[in-house]
Structure formats: structure tokens, C-alpha cells
């Protein structure tokens, strides 16, 4: 059990947990999701570190197929810029490896923002912590659990 499940089943949070067999050789984990459990790609969202221009770290959430607007999430998070964090700093920060990084359940809770087209569905789904794991779950919830502000973040 993930740190994400866990933090969702204390909060008695209603989710759905979804696996499947990860290819090391995939190279987008999100793309990996969306064909290997049939999901529709809108609604399968991608976690990313990044870090702003004061060296803080902060969470996008974006769905799989669509690329973050650096220039979006600064002007969101009230920075003049930000650029992806580096990979040791994420593992170190979230405590989830790249490509598992769960927007739930990390060591330190950073500044979430969440794409705002995740409020057209019911349900999305995010990483459940590891590679291989996917969390379904209303965009609401996500929101309520990571103290999340939903936000035009993509282009």
C-alpha cells in the first residue's frame, strides 16, 4: 500500500485503485496508463514537480497528453518563473520515484496546482504511487486532499 492509498483511506475517501503490468521501456508513463487500462486521455492526469524562480518546489497536475505552460503555473503560484524540478529533488521532496510521483500521500506537502479541465469530469485518474498504479477519483477530493486550486495550466 502506497502513501497515497494510505492518506486516502484515513480521510475515508471514496477512490478506485487500477493496475497494470509497467513496461520499462514505456516512455510516457501517462500515455502508458491511458492505453493499458483503456482510459480516455482526458481524464488520466500527469504529476510534475517543478521549481520556481525562490527555489521553492511546487505540484502541477495535467492531463497526460497535454504539455504544462510554464508561464501559467508561475503567474498561478505568483513567480516571475519556473522550471522543472530536478529529478533527485523530487524523489527526495515526494518520496515516490519518477514516473510513480502520486500528487498524494508525498513527504512534504508542496503547493498544488490542478489543470481546471479536470473539473469536466466526474472522476479522473492520477499516479497511485508507484509505476504500474493509477487512482481513480473525483477531481474535487484531489482537490480537498492536496489543498489544491484548479487553474487554466496547459497548453
Known sequence: MTPAIRQLKKQKIMFK???????????????????KLSLNAAQVFKTLVICTDTNQLAVAIVPVMFKLNLKG?????????VKMADGNRVEASTGYVLGGVSPLG?????????????????????????RGLEIELSPQDLSKMCHASFVDIII
Open 106 to 130: 508525498q513527504k512534504k506537502k508542496l503547493t498544488t496546482i490542478i489543470d481546471k479541465s479536470a473539473q469536466h469530469f466526474t472522476h479522473i485518474f492520477v499516479s497511485g504511487g508507484k
Open 73 to 81: 503555473i508561475a503567474k498561478a503560484l505568483k513567480v516571475k518563473k
Open 17 to 35: 485503485t487500477h493496475q497494470y503490468q509497467h513496461d520499462a521501456n514505456a516512455h510516457s508513463f501517462g500515455v502508458e496508463a491511458v492505453e
